[in-house]
């Protein structure tokens, strides 16, 4: 925190959220960190995840002496009450029309009759709101209506997810899928990727925290990684790879990008929703068209066959992460963002 952020010293800034076993949970745990590394005090509540059909039954109080309410778009309506101005964050907008392929029927209604109205109840009555990316921020307008709505990029701890230096190593060239598995993801993709390749290559995958071992035929150059327990573990699958495949075709930020890139790793994902906010074609990574498998195994084959400019795109991949992506940046625009709800009050 710089001496002209001194009047946020010792802001306290709450923090309730539903556990969700995926990034938005991580984005409280990084956030509360932020904050306390710029000298504010971030605190969490966590509710389980039965509360977030109706908020109010979790009967979540803020701490003493809180200044700003920081929540989810979904539920942050329900927090602070009217004395508190509140932050609402959105991290993907699921009334995007291309979010539809990719939801049961049940999961439609519920955003549709119940989320929807809850997530604009948040929206209205938020003293500001941010976006992880500009495609989110777009999604969010044409869904509601246009508003201000701030875009905080995500960040990264460069310093504990960095390259370690370069050893040798022989075997297959080593790819890396890190995330939930699911068509979204494009994870329904990775066997025929695989296969395509053949055993010059191995992907190492992971399936988040919701799920154990796909239940789908997987050809043998496809390994589990296991349930990785923290931060360590996935700064180590990162670091034992090669480059980084990240099929998903629909994004609202792209955390597994990211982390690839801080840790010198290139990133091969398709040209879609806000992944080419984070990946710059032919400088940190390659981006194909969507759905283009083919193109896919090319560009892994391109950076297995040329260990110069992988090296090239790896090294230009950590320093993006670093000036673009910083726990600096993003906490001087959360600090923007407090000062406006502030002034609000």
């Known amino acids: ?34 904050l306390t590394s710029g000298g504010l005090e971030g605190t969490i509540t ?22 700003v309410v920081h929540a989810n778009s979904w539920n942050a309506w329900a927090f602070g009450g009217p004395a508190l101005p509140r932050v609402v964050t959105v991290h993907h907008c699921v009334h995007d029309p291309d979010f539809t392929p990719y939801k049961s029927f049940g999961q439609r209604v519920y955003h549709d009759v119940w989320i929807r109205p809850m997530e604009r109840r948040s929206l209205d009555g938020a003293a500001a709101v941010t ?18 709505i701030d875009v905080v990029p995500l960040w990264i701890d460069t310093e504990r997810f960095r390259p370690r230096p370069a050893a040798s190593r022989t075997g297959p060239f080593r790819l890396l899928f890190s995330g939930n ?77 990211l982390e690839a890139m801080a840790c010198g790793k290139p990133v091969i994902a398709f ?39 992988l090296r090239r795109l790896g090294e230009a991949a950590r320093e993006a992460a670093v000036a673009r992506f910083s726990g600096e940046r993003a906490l001087a625009g959360y600090l923007a963002v407090y000062e406006k709800a502030l002034a609000s009050r």
Not at 186 to 196: F, I, K, N, S
Not at 297 to 303: E, I, K, N, S, V
């Open 181 to 257: 598995w699911g068509a979204r993801k494009g994870t329904d993709l990775l066997p025929g990727l695989m296969r395509a390749l053949g055993p010059a290559f191995e992907l190492r995958f992971t399936t988040g925290g919701r799920a154990a071992m796909p239940p789908v035929a997987l050809p043998g150059n496809m390994r589990w990684a296991g349930r990785v327990a923290d931060e360590t573990g996935m700064v180590e699958l990162y670091r034992g790879c090669d480059a980084v495949v990240v099929p998903s075709r629909l994004e609202g930020f792209g955390y597994a990008a």
């Open 271 to 309: 040209d879609v929703s806000s992944i080419p906010e984070i990946v710059d074609d032919g400088v940190t990574g390659r981006l194909v068209p969507l759905g283009d498998v083919a193109a896919m195994a090319q560009a892994c084959r391109q950076l297995a066959d040329d260990p110069a400019l």
């Open 131 to 148: 976006a992880d990316s500009e495609f989110t921020r777009q999604r969010v307008i044409a869904a509601f209506g246009p508003r201000p």
């Open 1 to 34: 925190m710089s001496s002209s952020d001194f009047k946020f010293k010792g802001m306290r800034v709450w923090l309730p959220a539903i556990r969700a076993h995926s990034g938005a949970d991580m984005f409280t745990l990084r956030l509360a960190a932020l």
């Open 46 to 67: 966590w509710l389980p995840h039965w509360v977030e059909p109706m908020p109010p039954l979790a009967i979540a109080r803020p701490p003493a002496g809180t200044q």
